[in-house]
């Protein structure tokens, strides 16, 4: 760890919450890279006095940047992802990571769930045949039935097992797929992800990014799915071969699926935009008042307790 330096500047390095901007200007020097006429002027300029950086999970703070900062003591995350930080590059520096974990495992299972029922109620494209005035012409084509299928959600971290305590309540059959098999849970442990596809009629991907989950979903997960069988993803377009999923469900080669997250976002393959199998969603999983304005206070208070006295409230597990 970086003693803090009280009086050193906290960079924020990515647009957020207006409440959390407000809040770190308050007793604190806050600079706003985005806001500087030549950041990397400011960069070269006034690098050094940078003892905190705050950005978003889907920003993070890349490595040249963590290098233009080489007093950097705390890097604070608006999210519960930091993914695009390399945390063990950080830490080598003795610089520490927080998150935003507990405060958006509600509503990202909540979204999860709702997207799922979406893609196999085909609730969006049923909306979408109504609105073109489709239902004057014929009924809507029949649905696949939620209760009582197999769901296998891969990576039972917390939102995981939300999501599983939520479908409980369907009556599926629960099966997982996790590194090490997470004790004092009802639900069965499956070896690999490939084997948890199979065993699946719906695979729910709730882990982490990052390397060591990056592909996860490969060509042979889709295969082993099958072609009655549908992906919910709200954890990180990188964990699925997304090239490998268009062509699946293009060719059908897989029913359905729900997808809160990209590999290149906001940009989404543009073979998915006219199918009606695919529930398309712009990273909303935790976007509500009471969760976003919950992680900016998280988050200020990880910024709050390092200027104060070096160490971070919720820092990310090693
Ligand atoms: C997170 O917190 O990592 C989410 O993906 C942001 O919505």
């Given at each position: 760890m970086n003693p803090p330096?009280?009086?050193?500047?906290?960079?924020q390095v990515?647009?957020?919450?207006?409440?959390?901007?407000?809040?770190?200007?308050?007793?604190?020097?806050?600079?706003v890279?985005?806001?500087?006429p030549?950041?990397a002027?400011?960069?070269?300029?006034?690098?050094a006095?940078?003892?905190?950086?705050?950005?978003t999970?889907?920003?993070g703070?890349?490595?040249?940047?963590?290098?233009?900062?080489?007093n950097?003591?705390?890097?604070v995350?608006?999210?519960v992802?930091y993914?695009?930080?390399?945390v063990?590059?950080a830490?080598?520096?003795?610089?520490?990571v927080?998150?935003?974990?507990?405060?958006?495992?509600?509503?990202?299972?909540?979204?999860?769930?709702?997207?799922?029922?979406?893609?196999?109620?085909?609730?969006?494209?049923?909306?979408?045949?109504?609105?073109?005035?489709?239902?004057?012409?014929?009924a809507?084509?029949?649905?696949?039935?939620?209760?009582?299928?197999?769901?296998?959600?891969l990576g039972?971290?917390?939102?995981?097992?939300?999501?599983?305590?939520?479908l409980?309540g369907?009556?599926?059959?629960?099966?997982?797929?996790?590194r090490?098999?997470v004790?004092?849970v009802?639900?069965?442990?499956v070896e690999?992800?490939?084997?948890l596809?199979?065993d699946?009629d719906?695979?729910v991907?709730?882990t982490?990014?990052?390397?060591?989950?990056?592909?996860?979903?490969s060509?042979?997960?889709?295969?082993?799915?099958?072609?009655?069988?549908?992906?919910?993803?709200?954890a990180?377009?990188s964990?699925?071969?997304?090239?490998?999923?268009?062509s699946?469900l293009?060719?059908?080669?897989i029913?359905?699926?729900?997808?809160?997250v990209?590999?290149?976002?906001?940009?989404?393959?543009?073979?998915?935009?006219d199918?009606d199998?695919?529930v398309?969603l712009?990273?909303?999983?935790?976007?509500?008042h009471?969760?976003?304005?919950?992680?900016?206070d998280?988050?200020?208070r990880n910024l709050?307790?390092?200027?104060?006295?070096g160490t971070?409230?919720?820092?990310?597990?090693?």
């Amino acid at each position: 760890m970086n003693p803090p330096a009280p009086n050193g500047t906290v960079l924020q390095v990515s647009p957020l919450l207006p409440s959390l901007t407000a809040a770190l200007a308050t007793g604190h020097r806050t600079v706003v890279l985005g806001e500087q006429p030549d950041p990397a002027a400011y960069l070269a300029e006034h690098g050094a006095e940078v003892v905190a950086a705050v950005t978003t999970a889907r920003i993070g703070v890349g490595n040249d940047l963590m290098d233009a900062l080489p007093n950097l003591g705390a890097i604070v995350h608006f999210g519960v992802g930091y993914d695009t930080t390399d945390v063990i590059r950080a830490r080598s520096r003795g610089i520490d990571v927080s998150n935003t974990p507990d405060v958006l495992t509600d509503c990202v299972a909540d979204l999860a769930v709702g997207a799922l029922i979406d893609v196999l109620r085909g609730l969006s494209a049923a909306d979408r045949y109504v609105r073109r005035g489709d239902w004057q012409r014929g009924a809507y084509p029949l649905t696949t039935k939620v209760s009582r299928k197999r769901v296998g959600i891969l990576g039972l971290g917390r939102i995981g097992q939300a999501v599983a305590r939520r479908l409980a309540g369907f009556d599926v059959e629960l099966s997982y797929h996790s590194r090490r098999p997470v004790s004092a849970v009802p639900y069965r442990h499956v070896e690999s992800a490939t084997q948890l596809a199979a065993d699946s009629d719906i695979l729910v991907v709730t882990t982490s990014g990052g390397a060591e989950t990056t592909g996860l979903v490969s060509e042979e997960v889709l295969a082993a799915l099958g072609p009655s069988g549908y992906l919910v993803n709200v954890a990180r377009g990188s964990v699925v071969d997304e090239k490998a999923l268009v062509s699946a469900l293009v060719e059908r080669r897989i029913a359905g699926a729900a997808l809160d997250v990209f590999v290149d976002e906001p940009n989404v393959p543009a073979e998915l935009l006219d199918l009606d199998s695919v529930v398309l969603l712009p990273h909303i999983a935790s976007g509500t008042h009471e969760t976003r304005e919950a992680m900016g206070d998280l988050a200020y208070r990880n910024l709050h307790q390092f200027m104060t006295d070096g160490t971070l409230v919720t820092p990310v597990p090693r």
